[in-house]
């Protein structure tokens, strides 16, 4: 696999196209007590999981891993029966033909602050007590959520709001930029970020080398979905940054505050379609218990940013988040991009041939990407960007003719503008590459629809044409992008009471045996094409399937055609238009093991169109 432009492309000079899935949404979590060995399945079960993603024609995947599973031992113990474990899952995946790049999984930080990803030493080296996460207001977690709120179940996606909390906030701010904004905070004798960024990338690079052997391993993600915590902050009083303003949210003073010990009265917010607003308030840490195990302070009372003094606390350095060398700050490329390439170049010690996937800020700002960039790094990047529907996945309700864009606070109506607003979102991250990032590849590493929509009906009436409905829309914007892309989720142990078992999440196409939706994924497309792709389309209720490119007569590799069985079988024309001298070379066949059409243009230059139209019903 190689680049070209932004195309990637195989050894025979075709033009790949990624199509695949997260495996898995439960393997944030440890199987038991500790060991993450069974995610994100059991051994015994890899061959039908996989062979089961082949047949879905699930070429590529975006394999979950997480710091925590690997080294959550403690600092350099690093967890070597989950390692072979890995290496037997992958040389599986590999005799399969499925390849994969493995994904350092994060969301708000740890499971201890609300998500997951880093293991509990990381906050044991800052003094933090994990006792009181929850109840100084640190976090918001599912564990602690009904015994702090009255018995109330942990609202649907409330845990994005741990990204503003103390907790994950500060270790984001220190792992990325201690070193400008708490240059005295020190683990074991090194500054905060240069021993957490070391210890996450020789954690990874370990991990890489145990696994080199790994065929299916083509690259690495750098870390999904970096945070800035607190960088950036033009105003420590005030609300910023936030991912979702839900319940409680406290500015960063506020949760400075209360984290130290003080009880802190804090706005309650509301998100709707039309934005935010405040519904009353609520004070965090009413009991006044310091986060802090005795002999620790907060790292930003430590920096100067606020002081006791007094006996009441004072914000000194509103602005301190706010620059770095007198310029304002930017995360992502003074912070994040420098962290990446440090990645990069560490972990092509294990692989020097690895591809790397880039992320930024979700629905935020991404890194640039230059030819200086690269050179430094010394690999081929990918800009793995992700994007969801925002209104659906806060709401669990889908409707065709209505969606909203959060960026201009605009509702969207219609079906064919819901469909092209997000076919335009998608465009623009490939156009951020294109225009920032030297045009390197795009991928769109997660998108997906929640399952237990409207009130989980379909899973009592068996009913998901609007399920199939929604991801079918998500599909035709990726097609019409020409998109790489891997789904979010395949999780193998889903079920229609527990989800993907995270957080109250329920995004899995796979549930208790059996696919769900499945009209509206499993699609055709072009595995690999002999030439440069221009249009595609899938027509699900015609029953069409159209794809152009530009064929180039130098590639003597066929141009490959995923078909899926369930919607073609046996059963469908084949249509393949092309003008020019060399027409009379173009010749196609279909192999019905692999549900692969073939076809190859020897001795042909130009435009060619095929078209396969299904003679079955268009319900699978």
Known sequence: MYFDGNLIKDDEGRTLMLRGCNLGGSSKLPVGTGSFVGRPFPLEEAEDHFERLRRWGFNFCRFVITWEALEHGGPGVYDEEYLAFLRKLLLVAEKKGIFVFMDPHQDAWSRWTGGDGAPAWTLDMLGIDRDRLDSTGAAVTEKHYRELHGGAPYPP???????????????????????TYAPDCRIE??????????KYIACMRHCYRRLKNCAAITGWGTMNEPHPGFIGYRDCGGLESYAVARGPMPSPFQAMQAASGFPVKVPVYHTGIRGRRITGSETLNRQGLSLFKEGYVCPWEAAGVWTREGGKPRLLLKDHFALVNGKPAGFTDEFLKPFCIRFIRRMREANEKAVFFIEGIPHGAHPSWSAADAEA???????????????????RQFRPWLTAD???????LGRKKTAAFYASCLAAGMAWSRENMGNIPCLLGEFGLPFDLNGRRAFKTGDY????????????????????????NYTADNTHAAGDGWNGEDLSIFSEGQPRALGG?????PIAAAGKPVFLHWDRKKGLFRFRFQADSRIS?????????????????????????????LTWGYNAEVQRLYMRNTGFDGEIEIQVKTNKPDKI
């Open 465 to 488: 044409r609007l399920h199939e409905e929604a991801l079918s829309l998500y599909y035709d914007g990726i097609d019409q992008n020409l998109l790489h892309s891997t789904i979010w």
């Open 189 to 198: 004798g090194e500054s905060a970020q240069n021993y957490l960024q070391e």
């Open 521 to 525: 994924w499993l699609r055709p497309y």
């Open 157 to 179: 996606m409330i845990w994005p709001v741990n990204y503003n909390r103390y907790a994950a906030a500060t270790l984001f701010t220190l792992f990325f930029a201690g070193n």
């Open 406 to 412: 959060p960026a201009r606070m605009k509702l969207i």
């Open 377 to 395: 790094a010394g690999s081929a990047a990918v800009n793995a960007f992700h994007h969801y529907d925002g209104l659906t996945l806060f709401t």
């Open 557 to 585: 590799a066929p141009t490959e055609i995923y078909l899926p069985a369930e919607w073609f079988g046996q059963r469908f024309t084949v249509t393949i238009e092309a003008h020019g001298p060399g027409r009379e070379g």
